[in-house]
């Protein structure tokens, strides 16, 4: 079985020193190269091209972003792995979006670094369970500011009102609040819920299990 040649980029000398020591260790792997900047790593993969490429995002002049981007045009073949301190969900996307394969953070395990190694090699994307967390997390959050959960109190209420067969003019009546204010409510309702008329706001009502 052929190894799997790595390039590390890293500008700390004993993170490239450990790695290449512990992926050296393994029968799989073998280290080609090691580098401390963006440009000595888009220079290397020129050269070598590495299956492998375990970048810092982190790196003075030319960063870990932007190695990646250049990488990917001139050694295409070569998969690149983001690795960082940085565990905020935007460093996650936009490394992936640039082309980028996987991502760990260093705070990941060896066994986590080797299997992403693997993964990556075989073609597969891979994403640390550090990251996966904070990513599902967001995704939570973000799930919850959408939908019925996007709405405030008072269009939650007219919404209720509106189910219930009010007319704009009843509700302005029952919420002592103007005509006008109420069709503007109603217009910003269908538009945050995507929706075209009151008939299909209540029928998102009525499946939603809301209660309203």
């Not at 799997?4 to 000398?13: M, N, R």
């Not at 870990?64 to 792995?81: C, F, V, Y």
């Not at 490394?95 to 260093?106: E, F, P, S, V, W």
Request: aromatic residues 4%.
């Amino acid at each position: 079985m052929e190894k799997i040649t790595i390039l590390i980029a890293d500008d700390h000398k004993l993170i490239r020193e450990t790695w290449s020591f512990i992926l050296n260790s393994d029968s799989r792997f073998i280290v080609a190269d090691q580098c401390a900047s963006g440009e000595e790593a888009v220079r290397l993969c020129k050269e070598k091209r590495p299956d492998v490429v375990l970048m810092d995002i982190n790196m003075s002049e030319m960063n870990g972003i932007d190695a990646t981007e250049q990488i990917r045009k001139h050694s295409p073949l070569s998969k690149i792995i983001a690795v960082s301190m940085h565990n905020q969900p935007a460093y996650v996307k936009k490394m992936m979006r640039l082309g980028a394969m996987g991502y760990i953070t260093k705070n990941s395990p060896v066994e986590e670094l080797v299997n992403a190694i693997i993964q990556v090699y075989g073609g597969n994307k891979y994403i640390c369970e550090e990251m996966k967390v904070i990513l599902s997390d967001q995704a939570l959050v973000e799930n919850e500011k959408q939908g019925l959960n996007s709405l405030s109190e008072r269009e939650i209420e007219i919404v209720g009102h509106i189910k219930n067969g009010l007319s704009s003019k009843e509700i302005s009546g029952k919420l002592d609040i103007s005509l006008k204010t109420v069709e503007v409510h109603r217009h910003n309702i269908l538009k945050k819920l995507n929706l075209k008329n009151s008939a299909s706001l209540v029928n998102l009502v009525n499946t939603s299990g809301l209660g309203l």
